[in-house]
């Protein structure tokens, strides 16, 4: 599994044969990637604020898949052709790789539009194995956190039955987590890799990464924190 980190939380990830898009926003300092040069298979939507769906369109005819009122969104303001809606605690098999929705604490505009909302917000489990409640030692997993405060599904449930490898946490706070609570997410989920997310991209959400890595090692957890540069590449 290929992890490319085009800033805040544009995330391109290649499972086997299977390239996904996840929250294409590349009007964030951290990229210099045209979109245009990109070839996603799918593209996965968090939630309907602007910084997560904002360069949608530049994908109209690559299948979306998000929650059903993402999805109809998309398609009605978008031009996005083809949908996939699943819903909170759904997997869906997209070729080579196996999505499961899980939800995140957080607030869901379309647009950032107080006029309109698109029900809970999410974060994606992605692996190259179809999730049991048997231990897989073989099967590689991210998570994707999406925009969230600190949950104890976390701990509770993602963590133990979903076994990620490798998770992306928001880390800007003010919106989001802060380096402090996501550190703590980090440990909960009991991950080996560990990448910030979601920072940096306009003033209220600067912060110092260091603070995370610091934090990180406070909660006495083993994750190797990976602090890629804008459009960097992670093999996991």
């Known amino acids: 599994m290929e992890l490319t980190w085009h800033g805040h939380s544009t995330w391109y ?3 086997g044969s299977t390239d996904l898009l996840i929250d294409p926003f590349f009007g964030n300092p951290k990229t ?5 040069t ?14 997560h769906i904002g ?17 109809g969104y998309v398609e009605d303001n978008y ?12 997997t869906i098999e997209l070729g080579d790789a196996f999505v499961t929705m899980h939800r995140a604490d957080h607030t869901n505009g379309m647009d950032t539009d107080y006029e309109a909302t698109g029900g ?14 048997g231990s897989d030692p073989d099967s590689t997993t991210f ?29 800007g706070d003010h919106f989001t987590m802060g380096p402090m609570q996501a550190a703590i997410a980090v440990d909960w989920l009991d991950v080996d890799h560990a990448f910030p997310m979601h920072y940096d991209s306009f003033p209220p959400i600067e912060i110092d990464t260091d603070e995370f890595v610091r934090e990180v090692k406070a909660t006495g957890s083993n994750a190797d924190v990976h602090v890629l540069e804008g459009d960097e590449t992670f093999e996991l």
Do not use: C, W
């Open 13 to 15: 990830v290649s499972v």
């Open 32 to 36: 210099e990637v045209d979109p245009a």
């Open 38 to 51: 990109l070839d996603p298979d799918y593209v996965l939507l968090t939630h309907g604020h602007a910084d």
């Open 55 to 71: 360069d949608v369109d530049r994908f109209q005819s690559t299948p979306v898949a998000a929650t059903p009122e993402i999805a």
């Open 79 to 90: 031009g996005v052709e083809e949908t996939i809606g699943f819903n909170l605690g759904g």
């Open 120 to 133: 809970m917000p999410a974060g994606f489990i992605v692996s190259d194995t179809k999730p049991t409640q």
């Open 143 to 171: 998570y994707h956190a999406g925009d969230t405060s600190l949950m104890t599904e976390m701990r509770e449930v993602i963590g133990p039955y979903l076994e990620p490898d490798a998770a992306a946490v928001p880390v």
